[in-house]
């Protein structure tokens, strides 16, 4: 084997220990949960009367949030602007743009299918959840976007080049929507409640052809996300887009109900949501989803030319 080059050796010194700590990082937050989640259960169980794999999945949630800011310590990154983002002085604009763009087609699909009785309208639809939808689409957009189109992605452009970034932190982005906790009731919760859970995220799996429709539909989000992190060089646009999917989405699951039985009936068209998200399947969604992606090019072929005449 031929002898690296300085600069060579210097980027294999620099990624590999990155790429190490990132995976320690992960491993970190799935072990913490599941050692904090009983005792967190035990506390809040008699105020908050959830079943365990709830508390499992939020208490994870909050501590790959907490853990983000050691990470970033410890990969010596003091800045946003290492991981090829600036500061944007058009943030509220792209939010909203990116909660506008997502919305309005989703929600055109959502009335669409309202209209066609593919999803009934439950009996009594509580309005005060829709402000915990919106609070949650909010708070998983930002740690979601920060985390992916922020820190990963950041990290494997300065490696791999935008797109193949892009492409390689779309798959994971959609692989992970994959793992999620059991809804498995657990009749005991003891202190290796939590750590049982970990082998069950494969449990609940969708059939394999609702699962490949939900993977190609988080690919293109997350593509499209990535192309709206690389024009504005910032996460706004994303995570207003990212929100507004997160909201129209829950939002119609509140609102009402799949009801096509068998759930394959119209598939490809449309089939079940399937996955952590309630992600959609079959072509019209990715449809909706590809009007969003034009919608974002327009929108930033007419923004960015603004602000460079401005």
């Not at 790429?19 to 009983?38: C, D, E, H, N």
């Not at 309202?114 to 829709?130: A, G, H, K, S």
């Not at 990290?155 to 059991?182: E, M, N, T, Y």
Request: hydrophobic share 55%; net charge positive; with cysteine.
């Amino acid at each position: 084997m031929g002898r690296l080059t300085p600069k060579a050796r210097q980027h294999f010194l620099f990624e590999v220990p990155a790429l190490g700590k990132i995976l320690l990082y992960l491993i970190t937050v799935v072990l913490l949960g599941a050692l904090l989640a009983p005792p967190s259960y035990w506390l809040l169980h008699e105020t908050l009367d959830f079943p365990f794999y709830r508390y499992f999945s939020r208490v994870t949630q909050i501590t790959a949030f907490i853990l983000l800011i050691p990470l970033l310590l410890w990969l010596g990154i003091r800045s946003t602007g290492e991981f090829g983002l600036r500061r944007n002085p058009h943030a509220v604009r792209d939010v909203l743009a990116g909660c506008f763009l997502a919305v309005l087609p989703a929600a055109l699909l959502a009335a669409a299918c309202l209209l066609l009785d593919i999803y009934r309208i439950r009996q009594e639809p509580n309005p005060l959840v829709l402000v915990r939808i919106a609070a949650t689409a909010g708070i998983v957009a930002v740690v979601e976007e920060f985390l992916f189109r922020g820190v990963l992605l950041g990290l494997a452009a300065k490696s791999f080049g935008r797109w193949p970034a892009a492409a390689g932190v779309s798959l994971i982005f959609a692989g992970v929507h994959f793992l999620r906790p059991s809804k498995q009731v657990d009749p005991q919760v003891e202190w290796w409640t939590g750590f049982a859970h970990i082998p069950r995220v494969f449990d609940a799996a969708p059939p394999l052809l609702f699962a490949v429709a939900g993977f190609v539909s988080l690919f293109a989000a997350g593509m499209i996300l990535a192309f709206a992190a690389f024009r504005t060089r910032s996460l706004w646009l994303p995570i207003g887009l990212h929100g507004g999917w997160i909201f129209c989405q829950q939002g119609l699951q509140w609102l009402a109900k799949y009801r096509v039985e068998p759930p394959e009936s119209l598939f490809p068209w449309i089939g079940p949501n399937v996955v952590s998200g309630a992600v959609p399947t079959g072509f019209l969604p990715l449809m909706v989803l590809l009007l969003t992606a034009a919608g974002v090019w327009f929108y930033l072929r007419n923004a960015l030319g603004m602000s460079r005449s401005s």
